[in-house]
């Protein structure tokens, strides 16, 4: 079968920069998305990496290792709104989409 | 605004009955996706439509069915109601962006109460 695992939580002060992590068991998918939702909302596209490497998208950056079956979000120059669920998400090779359970991050003033 | 719609916004049921949920994806997207949401859980893949025909089929219970029309709108049909159907229900559209074929614009959202 197919899991992505994530921290449930994070928590970092307006400023800093925090990475969220997204580890993965699957035997093939197409590349690593990462989206964004706010409570209440519905998830927002962050940023996508089909291959190898790392993403850049403004203050949000996205990486992936295929070897290593990781990848991560970057988020930098943290602000208020920035506080929500990230969810990695992966295509697998049978067409289905699998997402990760979400990190709930907490952006302190 | 993603550019895809969903109605109702809210759907407040009797378990047992039987609903429909409809989605309009983003002018030129021929894939639209549906997801259920349940209270703080992740995204669960229930199936895929293309142009018209199904692509892939996740976790959807076969209370559950689900069709595109041919002007590319989607309804999901969810019957024989339990109180655990209980979710946010998602509509999500891709495909108009040949670059980036996997990235997917998501609808408000139906919030479904079954009671």
């Known amino acids: 079968g197919q899991s992505l695992e994530q921290p449930s939580e994070v928590t970092a002060v307006e400023g800093a920069i925090v990475q969220i992590n997204c580890t993965y068991q699957t035997s093939g998918f197409y590349g690593l998305s990462w989206y964004q939702q706010h409570d209440g909302g519905a998830p927002t596209f962050l940023s996508y990496?089909?291959?190898?490497g790392l993403e850049e998208t403004g203050r949000f950056s996205s990486f992936l290792s295929r070897s290593d079956s990781y990848g991560y979000l970057l988020l930098q120059e943290l602000q208020m709104k920035d506080s929500a669920s990230y969810f990695c998400?992966?295509?697998?090779?049978?067409?289905?989409?699998?997402f990760g359970p979400g990190t709930r991050l907490s952006v302190l003033p | 605004d993603s550019g895809v719609t969903q109605t109702p916004k809210h759907l407040i049921t009797a378990t047992g009955q039987r609903v429909t949920l409809r989605c309009s994806p983003r002018?030129?997207?021929?894939?639209v996706y549906w997801y259920q949401q349940s209270l703080d859980q992740g995204l669960q893949f229930l199936i895929q439509y293309y142009n018209g025909e199904e692509r892939a089929k996740g976790n959807i219970l076969e209370r559950f069915s689900a069709q595109q029309f041919p002007d590319l709108h989607s309804e999901l049909n969810l019957s024989s109601l339990e109180l655990g159907d209980s979710a946010l229900y998602f509509c999500?559209?891709?495909?108009?962006?040949?670059?980036?074929?996997?990235?997917?614009?998501f609808g408000p959202g139906t919030r479904l109460t079954v009671l």
């Open positions: 002018s030129g997207d021929l894939s």
């Open positions: 999500a559209s891709s495909g108009r962006d040949r670059g980036t074929p996997d990235t997917q614009y």
């Open positions: 990496n089909a291959l190898d």
């Open positions: 998400a992966v295509r697998n090779y049978g067409q289905n989409f699998v």
